[in-house]
């Protein structure tokens, strides 16, 4: 489980940074607008 976890970190915080940085278009946009 805490295998898992780890594996899914990375991905997960990679979304993060580009949705903080490209939130003006495309799935950041889309997101930020929720």
Do not use: C, D, T
């Not at 990679?14 to 607008?33: E, T």
Request: glycine share 12%; no cysteine.
């Amino acid at each position: 489980m805490a295998v898992a976890v780890v594996m899914m970190l990375p991905p997960i915080i990679l979304f993060a940074f580009l949705n903080k940085h490209f939130s003006v278009g495309g799935i950041g946009g889309s997101l930020s607008s929720r």
